[in-house]
Structures are given as structure tokens and as C-alpha cells.
């Protein structure tokens, strides 16, 4: 019989996890989700995800894709989220074209980062506690940091050393924060992100408030596509995948 190729949206809070890829020493989002698909289809299921997130990265909003021959049990979603943890979630099921990939074909992503200017025990896990921030830093820096950016489109300073990212290249179309009186919210959307570039930005935005790191600084660094000094990169407990986008989206067959 002939595999159909399907996509998942899965959630997940990556706090317990070594990201999203399955690695040999640690436990991956990854893995949860394959091995789960897998008992419950009753064959070896190979998933595919729309990209890498760090270790104690979150996503509100993940695409994976996998091929199946088979027939859904029934209750499907229902089932197949009481294998899962706790922690991981899915969301919804669709039929795609066969040369989908949930990886290559992604054409929009978006990142959410909070911040909480408050001791928040409720949700350590979830937001970047930074009350030290309080009435001290200039948001409007911040922001004019986060919209120069906008202005660029190649992003060296603000990858992970050690990269294996074939090209600098990435085409940004948000990037700016919201100010509240308690919470922070750094949104940011693009074609790519390269490693470790959401958590780095963040990191110079506040560096650039507090008056660490000058605006003039911040465009050497991004004209000559060197490192700022002394770059920053914020925890990992804030950040989310929030959404990805596909071209043709609107035509998937959903299955549940």
C-alpha cells in the first residue's frame, strides 16, 4: 500500500527537554513524539520537524510531517495524547502533497520572547524573570535596536559559534517589543532563523537598554558582519515558537 504523507501541530514546553532534535544521551521533544506516534500506529513512524529548537526552548505552535500507509485508529488526537507527556500536546492532523517537508518548505516562522519584570514563581518555566530591569533601561533604545534590524539581511552577529548554518541570509519582517507594566514581549518573524539568533537579539536589545551597548555599535557589528562585543544570549525559558507558515496551507485536507 501506498504511504500518504501527513502533518502534525504539536505544542510543548521544553523545559525537560534537550530540544526539539532526538539526541543520543538526553531525552528530545523528538523522540516523545515519534515513539508515541509509533505504538499507537502500530509501525515504525518517522517524524519530521519544521526545524531545530535549544534545550529549554518552547513551542506554542510546531509542524512535523511523517509517512503512513495505514488507517487512523479512531479517536485518533484523543489517544494519542494520552501517550504523550504532560508536556507535549497535539493539536491537529492533515493530509499533504507528497513532496511536502515540514523542514524546506516552511516559508514564515515567528518567535515570541516574555519577560517578566516581577519574581514570577507561577511560571518559572515560561517567562525570563528579569526584575533587575524595572525603571532602568531606556525602551525606546531597545526598540530603535530591534528596528534597525528590519534593515538588514544578512545576521552573523547573532549566530551561535559552532554553526553549521550553510548562509547568514534571513529575511526579517518583525522584530520589535511590547512594553508593559509588568511583562516584556519581544516578537519577531522571518523566512529563517539561524542557531541561536532569537535568544542573541534579545540579549543585545537589553544590553543596548542598559546602556552596555551603544546603537552605533550595533551597526558596525551588523554592517561589517562581525560578533558585538560581549554578546549576551537570554535564557531559553522565555522563548516560543509561535507559528510557522507554509505555502498553500489553506488547501491541506484536515483529517482531525
Not at 526552548?57 to 488526537?77: K, Q, T
Not at 536589545?205 to 552596555?212: A, H, L, M, N, P
Request: with cysteine.
Amino acid at each position: 500500500m501506498e504511504s500518504n504523507r501527513y502533518v502534525i501541530e504539536l505544542a510543548y514546553n521544553g523545559t525537560n527537554y534537550a530540544g526539539w532534535q532526538r539526541q543520543p544521551n538526553a531525552m528530545s521533544v523528538e523522540e516523545r513524539a515519534d515513539s508515541a506516534l509509533s505504538l499507537i500506529l502500530g509501525e515504525k513512524i518517522k517524524i519530521v520537524g519544521c526545524g531545530r529548537t535549544d534545550a529549554g526552548v518552547h513551542a506554542s505552535h510546531y509542524i512535523a510531517h511523517f509517512d503512513f500507509a495505514g488507517e487512523f485508529p479512531p479517536a485518533f488526537l484523543r489517544r494519542y495524547n494520552r501517550l504523550l507527556v504532560e508536556d507535549v500536546s497535539v493539536q491537529g492532523l492533515w493530509r499533504v502533497p507528497a513532496d511536502f517537508h515540514a523542514r524546506f518548505l516552511a516559508s514564515g516562522r515567528s518567535y515570541v520572547y516574555k519577560v517578566s519584570l516581577k519574581k514570577d514563581v507561577f511560571r518559572q518555566e515560561t517567562v525570563t524573570s528579569l526584575p533587575q530591569l524595572r525603571n532602568k533601561v531606556d525602551q525606546a533604545a531597545m526598540q530603535a535596536a530591534a528596528s534597525m534590524l528590519l534593515e538588514y539581511t544578512a545576521f552573523a552577529p547573532f549566530c551561535k559559534t559552532k554553526s553549521d548554518n550553510f548562509t547568514m541570509d534571513c529575511e526579517l519582517t518583525e522584530s520589535r517589543w511590547v512594553f508593559g507594566e509588568e511583562e516584556w514581549t519581544f516578537l519577531v518573524s522571518a523566512n529563517r532563523f539561524l542557531r541561536g539568533m532569537v535568544r542573541l537579539i534579545v540579549g543585545m536589545c537589553i544590553r543596548v537598554g542598559q546602556g552596555k551597548l551603544s546603537l552605533e555599535d550595533l551597526r558596525l557589528a551588523m554592517d561589517q558582519q562581525t560578533r558585538l562585543p560581549k554578546p549576551w544570549s537570554a535564557p531559553a525559558t522565555g522563548l516560543f515558537l509561535s507559528d510557522i507558515r507554509y505555502p498553500g496551507q489553506d488547501t491541506w485536507e484536515i483529517i482531525v
